[in-house]
């Protein structure tokens, strides 16, 4: 009895583990298609990509899309458990596709042909491996650019200026409304060297030579610029505790919205939070990337990949092209209010349901962005590197160590990072 | 008959650790072990893991000045904050002790940051000393001072850490302080009186030799608690301003998810196991001493 009573307990407290080992398993319909779709919301998104999934479920009564929403920061993580153990969903929206090319599926022979073409090239490039392999396309782009209040420069009497305007010229005309109105800040830019890339574009610099065989950190102009971003700093056009109090990312959000900041160098990523908490309080706008030699501005946006599975490819295949096709694209970008990567709809314009207005600058700045800024972007190893060169920039921008102390320690890190 | 009903009870206590133990060979005997495989591996999302041997190690030490720089910033860090951890906790050990009116209320006052979460005291702390719109700013705006950028300045982000740190962690410590002057007999004081012993003599020939293997406790686990830190100082700083209270947790948080080198943070990673595994066993072999004696 008493082995009985040992056996047992032992077994009730290994139940749990059995129970994490094991996981959830899904069942599917044996009369339909079940497509497995991963998803990551930004917000705005999750309405828009619910009502597509449902559109075409009714269109496509034997198929079933499961959709699964997940968090960003758990997203990597959980496809590569799901992908290494076999169990990877058939389409994922994802950031980094290269992190799943070895489980991905190839979708040309599942795609019409000249799929792929409709697309922005640069964004493209990510979601095609170097074998040559389709597996996705880009679902939406975001593009960085700075906004204003505008009610600051009315209040301070300085026209906002319009055409080419020089990142020197914004930020001294910044400066002047900042000190006329008495807020407490000029500028600030996202600590995040993808934002800052974008700066160091106008310049003419930029992380990577465009061939992306090497790094471009010591060249003249990104030199120059790097100086220049840290000199705002120590001349306090820029706040300190946006860049040197923090660590990852660190947005100037709520200063912006609480119209305590003149000029906010973000992306368009903001435009439905700001539409939305600002409202009547002040008015403010999106304005084109400084310009010194070419514009600035740097891409960004998110995939929509196919995996490897048990799933009739061409089922996947035809989900794509749907997700894919310009009537979805429209109806989830501007529900969204994101920015498309197809080229038509780039060249007619989308309607927002609100201020369509600063959509459309970030829209215009796509196209005026230099070729590094795509091909930076879209380098395997820009993320790493661009968090290298945000630490080190911290480092000089704080007083810890010199910008001439910070660069070589910069480019070495980075160099280490590139083998 | 008697042998065949020893048997069972024999296995019994192993059958009964056994989950545990699972659970501790898995989650912990087992990564450690992997960890140290790992720190042999140049890792990447876009190429399968190539083995380097000591290379990682190589980097960290000879290469690597944020590494460097983390374990300065660590051990700095822990120095100040066990010693104004001791220091403090003696101190309001003893004034807790006295006999004095809402002896309860001040001994709960002192221990109540301990019940708080560190992030919460991080970031509560956050919010007093912010340059611009923090409480200690304005408080010293107000009586006619300047504001102080307290946690942008490397120097004064520093001393910050480690106040923090020691403001959420000495009720603690000061409790154990506490038991350990409670257990001295109240007839060594009373020898000492009749001798014409002064307070001060008493404090310095009785009470602080009889406090001796609290003491000891006290910085054994405030040590091992300061080279553990993380939390309280990411969420205060950052590791900020640029990488002035960086400390090797983070510096392996910043490797393996911000850089992709998970091999250069299993080998940093390591490096704090051996700290603190030596620290364990310092703190076990001064326990085994104190129990001898």
């Known amino acids: 009895m008493r082995k009985v009573i040992i056996l047992a307990t032992v077994l009730i407290m290994l139940v749990p583990l059995a129970a994490f080992a094991t996981g959830a398993t899904e069942t599917a319909t044996p009369e339909s298609t079940v497509i497995r779709f991963t998803w990551f919301t930004d917000g705005p998104d999750r309405p828009a990509i619910e009502a597509l999934v449902t559109e075409y479920m009714v269109a496509n009564p034997a198929v079933k899309v499961e959709l699964s929403i997940v968090p960003f920061a758990e997203l990597n993580q959980l496809l590569n458990t799901q992908a290494s153990a076999g169990q990877a969903p058939d389409v994922a929206r994802v950031t980094e596709p290269y992190r799943f090319f070895d489980y991905a599926l190839d979708l040309r022979p599942h795609v019409s042909s000249g799929f792929g073409a409709q697309f922005l090239a640069g964004p493209m490039q990510l979601v095609t491996t170097p074998s040559g392999a389709l597996v996705g396309f880009p679902h939406d782009l975001t593009m960085n650019g700075p906004f204003i209040n505008v009610s600051l420069f009315k209040q301070a009497g300085i026209p906002v200026p319009t055409g080419k305007v020089s990142w020197e010229t914004w930020f001294e005309l910044a400066s002047k409304v900042q000190k006329a109105t008495g807020v407490p800040y000029a500028v600030a830019a996202d600590r995040s060297g993808h934002r800052l890339d974008g700066i160091i574009q106008s310049f ?105 599975g048990k799933t009739d490819p061409k089922e996947v295949g035809k989900f794509i092209e749907f997700l894919s096709s310009k009537e979805s694209v429209t109806k989830y970008a501007s529900t969204a209010m994101f920015l498309p990567a197809r080229k038509d709809l780039i060249a007619s314009g989308i309607q927002y349901p609100v201020r369509t207005d600063v959509m459309n600058v970030f829209s215009a700045g796509l196209g005026q962005m230099p070729a590094t800024s795509f091909s930076d972007n879209y380098h395997l190893k820009f ?17 810890e160590i010199s910008f001439e102390e910070a660069m070589p320690r910069m480019q070495r890190e980075a160099e280490e990072l590139m083998k | 008959m008697t042998s065949a009903r020893k048997k069972p009870l024999q296995i019994a206590p192993y059958v009964f650790v056994l989950p545990n133990l699972i659970i501790f060979i898995v989650f912990i005997v087992i990564p450690a072990f992997a960890n ?82 560190p992030v919460v005291v991080a970031l509560v702390w956050g919010w007093i000393l912010n340059s611009r719109f923090g409480l200690l700013n304005a408080t010293l705006i107000w009586l006619g001072f300047k504001g102080q950028p307290w946690l942008l300045q490397p120097d004064l982000a520093k001393a910050w850490t480690v106040g923090v740190h020691v403001w959420a962690t000495v009720g603690f410590f000061a409790i154990i302080i506490l038991a350990g002057l409670q257990s001295i007999p109240e007839t060594l004081y009373e020898a000492a009186e009749m001798d014409g012993s002064t307070p001060i003599q008493n404090f310095f020939y009785i009470t602080l030799p009889m406090l001796a293997p609290s003491i000891t406790t006290v910085s054994m686990l405030s040590m091992i608690r300061a080279f553990e830190i993380f939390d309280h100082v990411y969420i205060l700083t950052g590791g900020g301003p640029g990488t002035a209270t960086m400390m090797v947790v983070q510096y392996v948080y910043r490797a393996a998810f911000e850089l992709d080198q998970q091999g250069r943070a299993a080998a940093a990673s390591l490096v704090l196991f051996v700290i603190l595994l030596s620290l364990a066993l310092v703190q076990y072999i001064l326990g085994r001493r104190q129990e001898s004696v």
């Open chain 1, 383 to 399: 993320g790493i590197v661009a968090n290298v060169v945000r630490d080190r920039i911290t480092q000089a921008i704080s007083g």
């Open chain 2, 36 to 117: 140290f495989y790992l720190g042999m591996f140049k890792t990447s999302p876009i190429a399968p893991p190539v083995f380097v041997g000591l290379a990682n190690f190589r980097y960290i030490f000879l290469i690597d000045d944020l590494f460097k720089r983390s374990l300065s910033n660590l051990f700095s860090f822990a120095v100040f904050d066990v010693v104004a951890i001791v220091v403090l906790s003696v101190v309001i050990g003893v004034l807790l002790n006295q006999s004095i009116r809402g002896k309860s209320f001040f001994r709960s006052a002192f221990f109540f940051p301990v019940l708080l979460s």
């Open chain 1, 204 to 308: 003419g610099g930029s992380y990577f030579t465009p061939d992306g065989k090497s790094l471009n950190l010591s060249s003249p102009k990104t030199v120059e610029a790097l100086r220049y971003f840290v000199q705002l700093h120590k001349d306090g056009v820029m706040p300190l505790e946006i860049w040197a109090g923090g660590s990852g990312y660190v947005g100037a959000n709520q200063q912006f919205v609480n119209g305590q900041l003149v000029m906010y160098v973000s992306g368009n990523w903001q435009v439905a939070q700001f539409a939305s908490t600002i409202g009547d309080k002040f008015e403010w706008a999106a304005v084109p990337n400084g310009y010194n030699v070419q514009s600035g501005g740097m891409p960004g946006g998110k995939f929509v990949m196919a995996f490897r």
